[in-house]
């Protein structure tokens, strides 16, 4: 598996490297012509995730093109409810749509036994990268984390409040827990897979834990991350797991302690003394977080940010990243600009 040399994996064995390991979350995607081009083979996007060629080729494009340190597989987070029974569909210029959820009624429809074929469809791209990828490049697997699969789950579709969810859960916790901890179990069982089949890392994305207060943000966020992390834990000791806890603010320190995730995701609002210093007394891999869309501006504002960001992170165990995804309108050269960037200093 290659594992312990990948210099992606150094920060996780606590070294300090000059040229810190980079790669981008939704690295794979619109703003490559090569992907516009995968993707109109494939027809649907669910079926180009569920196609093990199409899927390993689309993950591999960004590698080709710059050299990242890391791929991540090329899936989705709601392959998750699909697999489990909850069909998704993604609409042309609107994104995800399902059937919503509001009721343990909904929840007991759904079944993790049923899950598992797609899973292992996903492990088989996993295997495909395992082989095709260049032997210096880490491997990332990942899902969503339940409670922001869950937000989609209920809403039917994205939302800017993620209002049903949040309604639900306090209108009928031990209800919403039912699908919270179905949501667990599912992930832990898809990322077991993925690290079976060839995963070096994997990253829990939590697009909105931000829209949570407190102890609603405790027990959705926190605790369902502590359990599939500690679950992995058992089963995979030496992989390490970034969490994303989007707009966490400054509860991603006890987001930190709380889970044990080996990696923090900052998102694109996390100001530079919270990256540099708050997470200093956490035994963590700090990642992020240039704006993506500095990226579409490109230019000398670009270099500066990076600048600033590589200078405030000098020293520290750490992997340059975004704050959130890229953005389709990114100029693909204003990467390669940021990648040259990153590795002419230190
Ligand atoms: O390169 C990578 O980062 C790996 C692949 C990946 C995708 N989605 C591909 C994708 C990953 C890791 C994701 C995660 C994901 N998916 C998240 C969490 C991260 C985030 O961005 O906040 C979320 C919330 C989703 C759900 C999702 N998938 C939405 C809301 C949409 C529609 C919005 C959009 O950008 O179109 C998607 C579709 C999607 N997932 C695309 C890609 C490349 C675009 C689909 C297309 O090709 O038409």
Redesign the pocket.
Known sequence: MGGSELRFLAPFRGEVLDVPPIW???????YLPE??AT?AEAGD?LK??YTPKLAAE??LQ?IRRYGFDAA???????VVPDALGQAVR?V?????RLDPIRSADGVSRLTLAGAVSKFDVVAETVQRLRQDLPHETALIG?C?APW?VAT?MVQG??SSDQAEARLWAYRDPEGFEGLIDLLVAASIDYLDRQVKAGADCL?I????AGSLPDDEFDRWVVKPTKTIREALRELHPDVPVIG?P?GAGATAVWYVSETGVNGIGCDTATPPFVMSEAFDEEDVVVQGNLDPLLLVAGGEKLDERVDEILDLMEGKRFIFNLG?????QTPPENVGRLVERVRSKG
């Open positions: 981008l979350m939704r690295q794979a995607g619109r992907y516009r993707r996007f180009l995730c689309v993950t960004p991540i597989l090329f899936s989705d987070i709601l993604f042309e210029g609107e994104g995800p990942f969503g922001t989609y579709q994205g990253q994305f939590d697009t909105w994303f989007r959130h995804g890229i953005v389709p």
